[in-house]
């Protein structure tokens, strides 16, 4: 099934995306862009920028308000258009597929770039959960009216692609990022994996190889790069089971968007809930004894072996 982003999309043609980058533009000055900004700045024709502006308000990209003036403001669907239109243009992605995953804050699609490698592209949205953490995280100053709901969701994307970068240059097991436009990162597609909350069948030895991958991505971010990921769980670790004899199980660790630094408030703290969370699931569903203490020393370069069994 074509997914309702991808039908607007194909559905629109340049005038219509000028439309939505001009109003996009303006919104930095205005909640609703006047009418007669857009069209001043737009050059099209008064009939042909209000047909264009009944289909963008009939796809729901853009929202209407009435009043002493006629203004518009883009909706979240209108600013997924335009970062897929600029990733498009670009020519990172070629064609956008199914929505996948669970993503409790964004959307979360597969796609492929124009060499057919499978990418996932993920819409950032500013979040209730996340956004609570983040609210305790300083760099952020929040005053929410929708505008700067929008520019949260591209400031956590800002952030999730470049700690994502620094953590794959330091080897962490993370998917392997490609490219941002405003609140949405393409990176490479995980193929045949599972989420770790779906419990995958794993023997002992399996499960051990990827509680020791999770951790030592942990400390690599921890070491490396100064940094905690601050909402570890099994809803965050993709699994890949081995398909041969020769191949091993192998876990990557997904959504950084809320890390914070090490030397930040309550960075102990979340270091602990994460790594908690992480190792109570393992102990529950694969009966694997690690100790939380050790862990944390692991995790943090004050011991440099962890055992597991
Ligand atoms: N690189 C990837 N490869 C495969 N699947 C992914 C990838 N990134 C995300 N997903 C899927 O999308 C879901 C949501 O992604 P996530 O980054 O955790 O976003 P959210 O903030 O919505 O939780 C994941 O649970 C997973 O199923
Ligand atoms: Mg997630």
């Known amino acids: 099934m074509v997914s309702r982003l991808v039908e607007i999309y194909s559905n629109l043609e340049e005038p219509e995306f000028r439309i939505l980058r001009n109003i996009e533009k303006n919104m930095k000055k205005y ?9 001043k700045e737009s050059k099209l024709p008064p009939s042909k920028l209000s047909n264009c502006l009944r289909k963008l308000s009939t796809f729901k990209l853009v929202k209407r308000v009435f009043g002493n003036i006629i203004g518009f403001t883009l909706t979240y669907l209108g600013l997924d258009i335009l970062a897929l239109r600029g990733l498009m243009v670009r020519g990172v992605i070629k064609e956008l597929g199914d929505k996948i995953g669970a993503g409790k804050e964004g959307d979360v699609y597969i796609g492929i770039t124009p060499g057919y490698e499978k990418i996932t592209i993920k819409f950032h949205r500013e979040g209730s959960a996340p956004f609570r953490k983040i609210k305790r995280t300083r760099s952020f100053v929040i005053n929410m009216n929708w505008r700067s709901m929008i520019e949260l969701a591209k400031a956590l994307s800002e952030r ?37 909350y779906k419990r995958p069948e794993l023997n002992k030895k399996e499960a051990i ?38 191949d091993t199980a ?29 190792t109570r699931f393992f102990r529950k569903i694969y009966r694997i004894e690690v100790d939380g203490n050790e862990a944390l020393k692991y995790v943090k370069g004050n011991m440099n072996e962890l055992s597991i069994e």
Not at 250 to 259: G, L, N, P, R
Not at 267 to 276: F, N
């Open 209 to 246: 190889d990827i509680l020791t991958q999770v951790l030592k991505t942990l400390r690599v971010a921890y070491i490396d790069v100064g940094i905690i990921h601050g909402d570890l769980s099994e809803y965050n670790v993709l699994v890949r089971i081995p398909i041969s004899v020769n």
């Open 31 to 39: 909640e609703y862009v006047p009418i007669e900004l857009i069209e």
């Open 250 to 278: 192998e876990a990557y660790v997904i959504d950084w968007s809320q890390y914070i630094y090490k030397d930040e408030p309550h960075a102990e703290e979340l270091l602990k809930r994460d790594i908690q969370y992480i």
């Open 160 to 196: 999730e692609f470049e700690i994502l970068t620094k953590l794959y240059n330091k080897d962490a097991r993370v998917p392997i990022p490609i490219a941002r436009n405003r609140h949405a990162i393409v990176m490479k597609y995980i193929e045949d994996s599972i989420e770790l």
